[in-house]
C-alpha cells in the first residue's frame, strides 16, 4: 500500500547489525569455522553473542540522526510503574530467511539473506485507542498530528503538488479520486484529523475503544514504548513473528488469500472496492484468526511502525555480508527520511501491494502518522 511517503531516492547507509562471517572468503570456510568455534561459544556464553537489540545502545548508536525535539520529549516520559507482559506472546529465537523471490515481491524485498533472532515478547493485537489513551492520561503526551506543522510534514508532502495547512493535521485517504496512479494524488492533509479524530473534527473514537490507534508518527510510537517499557520491534523480528515459525509462507496464516482471514481491500484497488470482509476501514482487533505464534492482525488492518530505518537496498547488502544477527536496519544516511512500516493495512489489496504478505516491505516518514498506520511493541 502506497502512502503519503511513498517515494524513493537514492540512499547511502551503513550496514548495521550485528554480523559475522563478512570477512570469509566463501561460505563453506565460514561453516568450518563456525564448528570449531562451537567450544568456544560454549565457554563464553553464546547469550552474549546473540545479544537481542537493547534500545538504550540502539539510541545511543543512532541518536545523531534524531530531531532533538523528538528525542527530549522521549527523555522526559517517564515509565508506567508496572510493566507486564499481560496480552504478550513469547517469540522463540530462531532463524530464518528474510525476504522474498516469487514474482510480486518488489526489489526491495528481494535478496534472500539468513537471519537470526533473539527470543522476544510481543503484543498479541496492534496498540488500541483504549491502551493509547491510558498513557495519554499518565503522560499528558501530544502526539505530532496535534501539533504545528513541522519539517517532517514538508518531507511527506515533498512529492506531491499539496499546500500544507499551517494548523495540525494528518493525512487521510481521500474519498473522492481522481483517476490515477500516483499514490500522491489519494491522500490529503485534513486539518483537526488527529488520533482522537481519525477523519477530522466530527468525527471520534467513542465505541472504537477496542480498534487499533491511527495517525500516531514513529515518534508517538517510540514514546508510548518508553512509558510502556516496551520498544518497537526491529524489521527482522516483526518478519520472523509473522511467518508465525513457518519457513516458507505467503502469508501470516498460509499459503492462500480469502477475506475470512484479515481485514484488506478486496477488489482492484484503488477504482473498486468490493467490501468483503466487512470493514471498510479499520476493524477491532481480535476479528480475525490469529497466526500461529498468536499474534492478531499481523497481515493487515494497519501497517505497523517497525524501529528500523528504511534502506532500499538493505537486504542486498546483508546478503553481501553473510548471517544476520539481530539486525536493526541501516543508519539512516543522507537520504531517504524514511521508516519501515510491516504487515499491510485495509487499503492493501492483492492486486496492487500487498502488504500484507510476510516478506513485502513499506516505509513512511516517521514525523507524520496517517489513518492506516499504528503499532504493536515487543518487550526483551
Ligand atoms: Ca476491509
Ligand atoms: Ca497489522
Redesign the pocket.
Known amino acids: 500500500m502506497l502512502n503519503p511517503s511513498n517515494f524513493m531516492r537514492k540512499s547511502h547507509f551503513i550496514p548495521q547489525g550485528g554480523r559475522f562471517f563478512s570477512f570469509f572468503p566463501n561460505r563453506q570456510k565460514a561453516i568450518l569455522f563456525a564448528i570449531a568455534a562451537i567450544p568456544v561459544f560454549a565457554a563464553f556464553g553464546i547469550g552474549r553473542i546473540l545479544r537481542p537489540v537493547h534500545m538504550p545502545e540502539y539510541l545511543e548508536q543512532k541518536k545523531e540522526w534524531y530531531e532533538k525535539e523528538y528525542l527530549k520529549d522521549l527523555e522526559q516520559i517517564k515509565p508506567a510503574k508496572s510493566h507486564s507482559n499481560e496480552n504478550m506472546v513469547w517469540i522463540p529465537g530462531g532463524s530464518f530467511l528474510m525476504g522474498g523471490k516469487d514474482a510480486q515481491t518488489l526489489p526491495d524485498a528481494r535478496g534472500l539473506h539468513r537471519v537470526f533472532v533473539s527470543g522476544f515478547w510481543m503484543d498479541e493485537t496492534?496498540v488500541t485507542n483504549a491502551q493509547f489513551k491510558e498513557f495519554i492520561d499518565a503522560t499528558g503526551y501530544i502526539t505530532s498530528a496535534e501539533r504545528s506543522p513541522n519539517e517532517g510534514n514538508l518531507i511527506m508532502a515533498a512529492n506531491h503538488d499539496v499546500i500544507l495547512p499551517k494548523e495540525p493535521f494528518s493525512w487521510c485517504f481521500k474519498e473522492e479520486k481522481t483517476p490515477t496512479k500516483n499514490s500522491g494524488d489519494w491522500w490529503e492533509p485534513v486539518r483537526g484529523a488527529n488520533w482522537k479524530h481519525p477523519f477530522g473534527p466530527g468525527s471520534d473514537i467513542i465505541g472504537k475503544e477496542t480498534h487499533?490507534v491511527v495517525h500516531i508518527s514513529w515518534y508517538d510510537a517510540m514514546a508510548y514504548c518508553q512509558w510502556a517499557g516496551k520498544r518497537l520491534p526491529t524489521e527482522a523480528e516483526w518478519e520472523y513473528a509473522a511467518r508465525g515459525g513457518y519457513a516458507k509462507r505467503n502469508y501470516p496464516w498460509g499459503n492462500d488469500l480469502d477475506f475470512s482471514l484479515a481485514n484488506y481491500w478486496q477488489g482492484v484497488f484503488p477504482d473498486f472496492f468490493l467490501n468483503r470482509d466487512g470493514f471498510l476501514k479499520t476493524s477491532p482487533v481480535r476479528s480475525f484468526a490469529p497466526n500461529p505464534y498468536g499474534l492478531y492482525?499481523?497481515?493487515?488492518?494497519?501497517?505497523?511502525w517497525c524501529l528500523d530505518w528504511y534502506g532500499p537496498d538493505f537486504y542486498q547488502q546483508s546478503k553481501k555480508s553473510g548471517v544476520s544477527i539481530n539486525p536493526s536496519g541501516p543508519h539512516k544516511g543522507n537520504q531517504p527520511l524514511l521508516k519501515v512500516i510491516r504487515?499491510?493495512?485495509f487499503l492493501c489489496s492483492e492486486s496492487y501491494c500487498s502488504g500484507y504478505k510476510v516478506s513485502t516491505r513499506m516505509k513512511s516518514a516517521p514525523c507524520s502518522g496517517t489513518e492506516h498506520i499504528?503499532f504493536?511493541c515487543v518487550r526483551i
Do not use: L, M
Not at 492482525?297 to 505497523?304: L, R, T, Y
Open positions: 496492534e487499533p492482525e499481523i497481515g493487515g488492518n494497519v501497517w505497523e504487515g499491510g493495512s499504528g504493536r
